[in-house]
Structures are given as C-alpha cells and as structure tokens.
C-alpha cells in the first residue's frame, strides 16, 4: 500500500462526499478518479461513509429466494451455546477486555469496516480487479504467455482481469454473499440469540444497534464466503484478503455488535455456501475461454468465407483474441439456447454502403473531437489498470445504494442481481462479437485515429454499451426514481466508444439493446425472488 499527503486526501474525500449528493456526471467522475487514484489504498480512500444503520432491517430476508443454494438450510449450523452458560460470558469478557484499551488502528477497523461488509467488499473487489487489469507482455520470440492457475505466481501472474474475467468475479463474489446473507437471516431467526449488548446492558455499542439476532454474524459470514470465493479468483492476493477478512470478524467482537461464537459460527456457514460457488466455478467454461491457434485462425477463415473483412489484431507482435470462447460460459440466468436467441441480428456487411457510412462518421469524430466528447471518452475509458465496465457500473451502484440506506441483505441482492447480469453480459456480447468477427474502424482505414485504447477483440457488439445496458435496466428496477439518470448514463457509456473511434455506431446501439435484453432476465428474477 502506498501513502498519499494529506492535502490530496482531503481533497479525494471531499470528493467522495459529493456522492451522497447527486448521481449526476461530476460525482460520478471524481469516483472514477478516485477509484484510480487510490485504488491501493481503500481504507484511506472510504473514510466518509456513514455507519450502516438500516430502517427497514429485511426481518423476513430468510425467506427470499437464492440464486445457487437449494434451500437456506442447505447447509447445516450448529444450536449456539445458551447466553447463561460460563463459554458465553467469557464471551462477554472478551467484548469488555477489548473495549477497555481500544487502539487507534482497532478504531479504524470499526470506522471501515461499520459502512457495511457488502460494500467494503465490492470496493475491495474494484481494487483487485485493477491491480490484475494488466494484458502479459510478449515474450521474446514475439508469442505471449498465458496466466494460468496452475502457477499462478509466474510470470505473468493470474488473472489478467480483463471484463469478462472480472464481470464474472463480481457476479460470484455478490452471487454467493447473496446466498449467505439469506442463509444467515434463516438462521438467525430459527436460534434467535440475542445481541451481547442485550445480554449485558454494560457493554459499550460502538456501531448502531440492530435487532436482529446476532447469530449467526452476517459479517462473520460474508468474510467467510468472500474469502474462500477471492481465493479462488486472486489466488496470488490471499494473504491481503485474509488481512482484510481478519479485520472484519474483529471489528464486530470490539464493536459490541457479536461475541466470538456468533463471528466464527458465521465464518463456518460461508465457507460451506462458497464451496458450492467454488464447485460451479470450476466447471463453468471460463478455464477453456481463450481457446487455441485453430480456433482463431477458423474464426479469420470464416468471416472471408461469407466475403467480409475479418477482425485481426493490431498490437505488435499480434496477440491472440481475447477470450473468443467466453459466449460459452454457463450463467446464472440465461440457458444457451437464450444466448442464442437473443444475439443481435448481423452488422452492415463490410462491403455495404451503410457500413463506409458508419466508418466516415467514425472518422469524422475522431478529426473533430469536442472538448465535451473527450471528457466523456476519458470518463468511460476504464481500460488497463482500471476496474473495467462492470467495475465502473458497480462503483455507481454503490453511490446509489448508500443514499437508500439498504440492510445488508438487501445490498448483497441488489448487488447480485446487477452483477449477474454483468456476467450475462460479457457471455452474451463475446458471443456476438466472436460469431461476428467484424474488424474495429481504425483496422479498416489506418488513417483513423483513435481517442482511447483499441480493445484486442472484435468490434461488434460493443462492451461498453453491453454492460451498460444490462446494468442500467437492473438499477432502473431496482431504483426507479433513478432511472432517467441511470438510462442517460448507459447512453453516454455506449456513445463514448464512438466518440472514441474505436465503435460503429452500429456496435453501440445494438449492443445498448442486448444489454436491455440480458439486464431483464435479472429483473424478471428480482420480481419472484420474494425481496419485492
């Protein structure tokens, strides 16, 4: 972790704080640079939320319909021992030892920690992404290695975090904690112990009272399914992970909020609930994504098969497609067959009037590009080293969600439902652009100049206007006085690839409608999954 002066974390705070004020472009920008800019550094960087402290505490969550799980007692969790008996006022011993000489970094756990589990997480989550958004650099006989699980501290180091790698860690990340936080309200209700604070009336409460029962502990459940799911994903980033989850559990038995046996109970249920996410992960199609040499040459020979011009690489040495296989991935909530069904009809040909239509309007704002159409294009950009599209959409979710106030519960799903369909897509779009194989403008005519980096995959759909589509349509649903921002958003997302010249206008206004119909499939869900 590096250090910042403290003038510039003022000033990256106070930008943080217009969050809470507007959704509107300005905010939304200095998250963005603020996510950039601290982006190793998240405890000093989210400071200024305010501790979690719901109206509406979701008392029947326990009910709600998840996403893997069979049923909220799949997994089993053993009776808490009684609060009279000596193990639990040890317990109650252990909170007031604590208490009695709280440190200053003890202090700062609380303050982090107390905005909420789910969305320390998904900030952490954003971090690590952008730590591992880097594409491997070639070898010297101009190839280029590939990360890989099996020595994930070679060089290059797993992952390259590139958007469908991290559309889908986010989706199992939120996934997962979905399904443990419904978990831990089932429980929670079914043994009905009280909080400490309530057992002892002398225990000082650091953080607002909640009256739900306090076992299982959510915190100690979400860092035991989060754990065990980033293990899985950043697999060379387990010990800042385990730091982190550590801090968490701690915070609660200092706080006044849990007892030890109401955290580590909770650890326990989480990592039951990820080993079924780990299992599905193992067996979902992303290890087989990127393909082989004889699948990207049939994809060239394809596409001049049917008379058009394929996609080739422009990076020197040319470096192979990125993940042409993940249109195979198995989702959440789509079957292939809807994969399928729902892929965009074909682009202009490449020898059509409409097409050289569409590459002289790409032209043209890449030779006039606005004061106001670059700021858009540098604002939407999220390229390397950055917490890609479905990170940028995830940051705005936040913003939003913190000015509703939602219980853990309800942040965790709101969070699924928008990452879920994150993931679906990034399946959905890799389908097109690799059924497709249409070649990026600046491929077609070298004299274009591009305003941002040219992605190493096919231009049709755009990614951009994909993800934001599907993301836009979940947060309209989920917040609906919202929705005319989010929509304006998604818009501004789709156009900045043309703005940039690096889409069609085709590969956006296509690619916004496949998102529209992907997001929904996470809508219809959140209308039967008993939340609403």
Known sequence: MFSISLKKLKLLQQMKNNIYTTLGKCCLFALFLLNVSCNND??????????????????????WKPILLTAPDEFSLDVPVATTTAAYKAEINEIKSYQSNITNDQQRIIKYWSAGGVLRWNEIMQTLVARHNRPPYQNQDGTYPTPTTANPFANPQFPFSNPPFAAR????????QYDAMVATWHYKKVYNRA??????????????????PSYPSEDGVLA???????????????????EKADEQKLYRIISGANVRSDVEAGAALGKKIAAKFTARASTDGAGAAIGNQALWTQLETNAIAKGETPWLSLDLPVRPPMLPLFGNVKSFLMKPADVVANRPSPPPSTNSPQFLTELNEVKKYSQ????????????????????????HWNAIANAAFVQENFSEVRWARNLALLNIALMDAAISCWDAKYYYFNPRPCQVD??????????????????????????????????????????????????????GAIHYRSDCEKGLLLGKAVGNFAVNRATTDGAE
């Open 42 to 63: 998240i405890e000093e960087s989210n400071q200024q939320y305010p501790q979690l402290n719901p109206v509406n505490q979701d008392q029947l969550a326990g009910t």
């Open 169 to 176: 860690a986010y989706a199992y990340v939120s996934a997962a």
């Open 195 to 212: 909080a400490p604070f309530v057992v002892d009336g002398s225990i000082q409460v650091l953080v607002p009272k909640s009256t739900l």
């Open 224 to 242: 035991g399914v989060t754990v065990e799911i980033l293990k899985l994903l950043f697999p060379t980033e387990i010990a800042y992970i385990q």
């Open 368 to 391: 006039e590009a606005s004061k106001e159409h670059m700021k858009i294009v540098t604002f939407w950009a999220d390229g390397v080293g950055t917490y890609t599209p479905p990170g």
């Open 446 to 499: 070298s004299s274009i100049k591009t305003l941002t980096g040219v992605p190493n995959f096919p231009a049709y759909v755009s990614g951009h206007s994909t993800f934001s589509g599907a993301a836009s349509t979940v947060l309209s649903h989920i917040i609906p006085s919202k929705a005319s921002k989010f929509n304006t958003m998604a818009t501004e997302a789709s156009n900045s690839r043309l703005f």
